[in-house]
């Protein structure tokens, strides 16, 4: 395609090293596509013949057809995709094919058939999420009187319920649906036409091209459109944000199927056996989502590296930009699906987590409400005794409502027998009733939103 000046071939290397067809075959439909949205306004324009352009386009169609039903050749003679379709263009039309990259460049093609790769992965990550969320707001429904122990640094803090847990989930995922939505909207802007750098002298029509592909509008700078790159890490940020909270669902689900909380059993489905512990089911499943964040975030990385430093305006460096891409939306795709069979399928142990929340003196903060509400007594003051309640109950062995009256009033006259009615854990979440709380009906207020956001109908639970 650009042997006229030169007098010898490409030393093996050279080829290896050069070749993006191993990888870059992934945007066959894009290349077709940005293909025929070109060779359309060439037509349109007078700059190719309109029978030329015919010739052209159904040379292009037979082209997409051969990839779908053999797949895309790989010669790395060819170097990448734009080439190798070109040249098969060439041996099925012959030479109305030469007359396609009239007003047009590899940069300003790959710019764009990736751009449609990568806003396509937005729209595929955002409908995963939605059914994550689907199932993040059911199973919060189901629970949302179902008490389990809340925890700050991984300690017994305040009895929360489960419900509540799942929804904080939900919310993360919402603020990555909205990320992804807009690197969207950010990117939708169209390269086509600003050809290897400059422009061209061709009387082209950008709008045109841009609105067949879907873009809202032609990219303002040729020389920013061919070297930009910021869409690809724009969803690679926001890939690797995503990840980070799958990756910290799956540790609580790792956690929580460990025997010793033992608050869900892990459907068979997402889990493994060990050939040699019979006994053992491992989350697997989840472990990997937990592993894949890092490699989700090495990929954001990698590309960010390569694109440190790069002058105006392509350099060949950007070839790299295509397999981290891929790779993370390969990845983030699994993990969204383990994660929402996960929380669909799990079975939550409700007895087991109302068990352990009673343990670790976890109304301990009522107690202190308790007193700072009914005895006008200072907050620091009121945790003061309480911790002095919780010491006396802890070298008894017994939980903070197994004090006697007695026991409690030698620590501060002022408590009552009311009291008790505020340690128990159904009181706790109950009282926590303020804006975005714990508390059961408080739950099912963001639940009957949530379902409301992701258009289900009525309620759940
Ligand atoms: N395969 C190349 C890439 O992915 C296409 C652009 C090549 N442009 C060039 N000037 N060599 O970046």
């Given at each position: 395609m650009w042997g006229g000046r030169f007098a010898a071939g490409p030393s093996a290397i050279m080829r290896?090293?050069?070749?993006?067809?191993?990888?870059?075959?992934?945007?066959?439909?894009?290349?077709?596509?940005?293909?025929?949205?070109?060779?359309?306004?060439?037509?349109?324009?007078?700059?190719?013949?309109?029978?030329?352009?015919?010739?052209?386009?159904?040379?292009?169609?037979?082209?997409?057809a051969e990839y779908e039903a053999n797949g895309v050749p790989e010669n790395w003679d060819l170097e990448d995709i734009h080439m190798t379709t070109e040249s098969r263009l060439a041996e099925l039309i012959g030479p109305a094919a030469g007359r396609l990259h009239t007003a047009r460049s590899r940069n300003d093609q790959v710019a764009t058939d990736f751009r449609l790769w990568v806003r396509e992965a937005c729209e595929q990550a955002d409908a995963g999420l939605q059914a994550l969320q689907v199932a993040l707001v059911t199973r919060a429904g189901e629970h949302a009187g179902s008490i389990m122990p809340g925890f700050t640094h991984l300690q017994t803090a305040q009895p929360v319920t489960l419900g509540h847990h799942l929804m904080a989930y939900y919310e993360m995922?919402?603020?990555d649906r909205s990320r992804f939505a807009d690197a969207r909207a950010r990117m939708n802007e169209c390269p086509l036409g600003s050809a290897a750098l400059a422009g061209t002298g061709f009387p082209i029509d950008r709008d045109a091209t841009a609105s067949a592909l879907g873009f809202d509008k032609p990219t303002g700078n040729s020389l920013d459109a061919v070297s930009d790159r910021d869409f690809a890490l724009d969803y690679?940020?926001?890939?690797s944000q995503c990840a980070l909270h799958l990756s910290r669902l799956a540790e609580e689900f790792i956690i929580w199927a460990s025997q010793p909380f033992g608050f869900v059993t892990l459907p068979d489905s997402l889990s493994t056996g060990s050939s040699i512990m019979p006994q053992k089911k491992n989350p697997d499943a989840a472990e990997l989502v937990r592993g894949h964040a890092?490699?989700?975030?090495?990929?954001?990385?990698?590309?960010?590296?390569?694109?440190?430093?790069?002058?105006?305006?392509?350099?060949?460096?950007?070839?790299?930009?295509?397999?981290?891409?891929?790779?993370?939306?390969?990845?983030?795709?699994?993990?969204?699906?383990?994660?929402?069979?996960?929380?669909?399928?799990?079975?939550f142990r409700v007895e087991r987590m109302r068990a352990a929340a009673e343990l670790g003196y976890a109304t301990a903060t009522d107690l202190a409400d308790w007193l700072v509400r009914e005895a006008g007594?200072?907050?620091?003051?009121?945790?003061?005794?309480?911790?002095?309640?919780?010491?006396?109950?802890?070298?008894?062995?017994?939980?903070?409502?197994?004090?006697?009256?007695?026991?409690?009033?030698?620590?501060?006259?002022?408590?009552?027998?009311?009291?008790?009615?505020?340690?128990?854990?159904?009181?706790?979440?109950?009282?926590?009733?303020?804006?975005?709380?714990?508390?059961?009906?408080?739950?099912?207020?963001?639940?009957?939103?949530?379902?409301?956001?992701?258009?289900?109908?009525?309620?759940?639970?």
């Amino acid at each position: 395609m650009w042997g006229g000046r030169f007098a010898a071939g490409p030393s093996a290397i050279m080829r290896e090293i050069n070749a993006s067809i191993p990888f870059d075959k992934a945007l066959w439909r894009q290349d077709i596509a940005a293909s025929k949205a070109h060779v359309a306004m060439l037509g349109a324009q007078g700059i190719v013949s309109a029978e030329d352009a015919q010739t052209i386009a159904d040379g292009l169609d037979k082209v997409a057809a051969e990839y779908e039903a053999n797949g895309v050749p790989e010669n790395w003679d060819l170097e990448d995709i734009h080439m190798t379709t070109e040249s098969r263009l060439a041996e099925l039309i012959g030479p109305a094919a030469g007359r396609l990259h009239t007003a047009r460049s590899r940069n300003d093609q790959v710019a764009t058939d990736f751009r449609l790769w990568v806003r396509e992965a937005c729209e595929q990550a955002d409908a995963g999420l939605q059914a994550l969320q689907v199932a993040l707001v059911t199973r919060a429904g189901e629970h949302a009187g179902s008490i389990m122990p809340g925890f700050t640094h991984l300690q017994t803090a305040q009895p929360v319920t489960l419900g509540h847990h799942l929804m904080a989930y939900y919310e993360m995922i919402r603020r990555d649906r909205s990320r992804f939505a807009d690197a969207r909207a950010r990117m939708n802007e169209c390269p086509l036409g600003s050809a290897a750098l400059a422009g061209t002298g061709f009387p082209i029509d950008r709008d045109a091209t841009a609105s067949a592909l879907g873009f809202d509008k032609p990219t303002g700078n040729s020389l920013d459109a061919v070297s930009d790159r910021d869409f690809a890490l724009d969803y690679l940020m926001a890939a690797s944000q995503c990840a980070l909270h799958l990756s910290r669902l799956a540790e609580e689900f790792i956690i929580w199927a460990s025997q010793p909380f033992g608050f869900v059993t892990l459907p068979d489905s997402l889990s493994t056996g060990s050939s040699i512990m019979p006994q053992k089911k491992n989350p697997d499943a989840a472990e990997l989502v937990r592993g894949h964040a890092g490699r989700i975030a090495g990929c954001l990385t990698s590309l960010m590296i390569t694109m440190k430093g790069l002058p105006l305006a392509y350099s060949k460096d950007m070839q790299d930009d295509k397999p981290p891409v891929f790779e993370a939306a390969g990845l983030l795709a699994l993990s969204i699906a383990a994660m929402t069979g996960m929380v669909a399928e799990a079975r939550f142990r409700v007895e087991r987590m109302r068990a352990a929340a009673e343990l670790g003196y976890a109304t301990a903060t009522d107690l202190a409400d308790w007193l700072v509400r009914e005895a006008g007594v200072p907050f620091r003051e009121a945790h003061h005794i309480t911790g002095a309640a919780v010491k006396s109950a802890e070298s008894a062995g017994i939980a903070l409502d197994q004090l006697a009256l007695d026991d409690l009033r030698a620590i501060d006259p002022r408590i009552d027998k009311r009291v008790y009615a505020a340690l128990s854990v159904e009181a706790s979440v109950a009282a926590r009733a303020s804006h975005g709380g714990t508390a059961p009906k408080e739950v099912r207020k963001r639940v009957a939103e949530a379902r409301g956001a992701l258009g289900l109908e009525g309620d759940a639970g």
